[in-house]
Structure formats: structure tokens, C-alpha cells
């Protein structure tokens, strides 16, 4: 249990600063502060949701397309998240072929660098150390 709510904090935190990420990069891309919270947590059920599916479509019908299904779960979610949340809003094909790619990308750098950060300051704290 502990390691499920784990994850599921390190993948909120992610998408949170995937989405931040494509934010500053977008024009035609709108986080609003005040539903920041909402489009954040929307987007990573959709993507909890939609990824096992895609990934499970990918293997039954055309294993060559089964590495793309993030990239897919990220586009569905990034939808969901538009239509269902006040705090996203895409507009133009570009931005979401664009977003897509740097929410994926971002978040996948997040997943990869946050336990290495968390582990290296638990690591380096000699209360943590004294605790363990």
C-alpha cells in the first residue's frame, strides 16, 4: 500500500511538472492557476486508465506500435483533461502534437530523476540514516 501511494505521489508529481513544462513552452497552451490542481490530477487517472489499454491493444493487434502507447495515452489524457477540466486548454493541432511530445518527455524525465533526488537526499541525511 505504502508503495502504491508512493507512486501514485511521484506520478502526480511528474505530469505536474510535465504540464508545467509544455505551459512555458506553448502560446497556444492555457494552465490556469486555479484549476492547476484538478487538470493534474484528471490527466493522471486518464493516463493511469488509458495506458494498460493502449499497451494491451498494441500487443493483441500490432506489436510493432507497442513502444508509441505512452505517447497515445499521453494524447487521450491531454483530451480528457481538456474537456473535463477548467484548468486546460489546447488549441491548434501543432500545440497538441507538440504538447503531447513534452508532457511525455517531461514526464518520463521526472519519473526517471525524482527517486534518484529523493534517494540521494534520504541517502545523504544522517537522520534518515540513524532512523533505517
Known amino acids: 500500500m505504502v508503495r502504491f501511494l508512493l507512486t501514485a505521489i511521484a506520478q502526480l508529481i511528474a505530469n505536474a511538472v510535465a504540464l508545467l513544462v509544455a505551459n512555458y513552452f506553448l502560446d497556444d497552451m492555457t494552465l490556469d492557476a486555479s484549476g492547476f490542481l484538478t ?30 502507447t505512452a505517447l497515445v495515452a499521453a494524447l487521450a489524457a491531454l483530451i480528457v483533461t481538456d474537456v473535463l477540466s477548467d484548468g486546460l486548454d489546447i488549441d491548434g493541432l501543432s500545440t497538441w502534437v507538440v504538447a503531447t511530445l513534452i508532457v511525455w518527455a517531461a514526464s518520463l524525465i521526472t519519473t526517471l530523476l525524482l527517486p534518484l533526488l529523493v534517494f540521494k537526499s534520504l541517502r545523504d541525511d544522517p537522520q534518515a540514516q540513524a532512523q533505517g
Open 39 to 68: 487538470a493534474v490530477v484528471v490527466f493522471t487517472i486518464a493516463e493511469v486508465l488509458f495506458l494498460p489499454f493502449f499497451r494491451q491493444m498494441a500487443l493483441t493487434r500490432a506489436r510493432a506500435l507497442a513502444g508509441s
